[in-house]
């Protein structure tokens, strides 16, 4: 099994592996508030790089489950009821979600995932985030897994932390390996084509 480099990344973007696809790592953008009075204006990078891709975070949703006493969250009958949608904010350093301490969140990457059938992806939180106290879930993209990856959040520390959106949340990972014989899309996973919004625990 091995990583792939920068250059396989590019390459395959192009094959529409990655859409949207930055190509090179962004660590700065253009002002596009009021009261903005530098240049541009720096974000959480997001891009290509060495040997992964730094996903941004989709602006259209983030939930976070509420507290209701007495309930239990089951994975096999999961009720939305569970989870409240929170507001998107703004201002001069661009736009975020507010994850309070102690809670955890669920959010969805803004780019559309195609992997192709010999690979698999592996999502790793971004340091930047850790030191925050924020952890984003490691998750796998299977081969043949097609969408946008639900991502979640656990706020480990006792203050509330920005998640911002439409800037770098997640590291991708992909390693190659010996072609499977059956592959995610083959078997229909439950989970395949996630549309841009949350989706939530499914058997």
């Known amino acids: 099994m091995s990583l792939k480099n920068d250059r396989w990344i590019r390459e395959q973007a192009a094959l529409g592996m990655i859409e949207p696809f930055e190509p090179t790592m962004v660590r700065e953008v253009p002002w596009q508030h ?18 992964g891709y730094d996903l941004t975070l989709s602006e259209n949703e983030f939930r976070i489950f509420k507290h209701i006493p007495g309930t239990v969250v089951d994975p096999k009958r999961f009720n939305d009821y569970n989870l409240e949608t929170i507001d998107l904010h703004q201002d001069k350093d661009g736009k975020f979600f507010i994850l309070p301490g102690h809670s955890y969140g669920l959010g969805v990457a803004g780019p559309f995932l195609r992997v ?35 991502l979640e959040f656990s706020n480990s520390s006792s203050a509330d932390c920005r998640i911002y959106a439409e800037e770098g ?22 989970y395949q084509g996630q549309p841009e919004r949350v989706i939530t625990a499914r058997v």
């Open 34 to 51: 009021p009261a903005a009075f530098l240049k541009n204006r720096p974000v959480i990078s997001y891009g290509t790089g060495s040997y």
């Open 116 to 150: 192709p059938p010999n690979i698999t992806v592996l999502c790793l939180g971004k340091s930047t985030y850790a030191r925050c106290g924020v952890i984003v879930n490691m998750t796998p993209a299977e081969a043949g897994w097609e969408g946008h990856l639900t």
């Open 169 to 190: 949340i997640c590291q991708l990972l992909f390693f190659e390996g010996d072609p499977c014989d059956t592959t995610y899309e083959d078997r229909q996973g439950k």
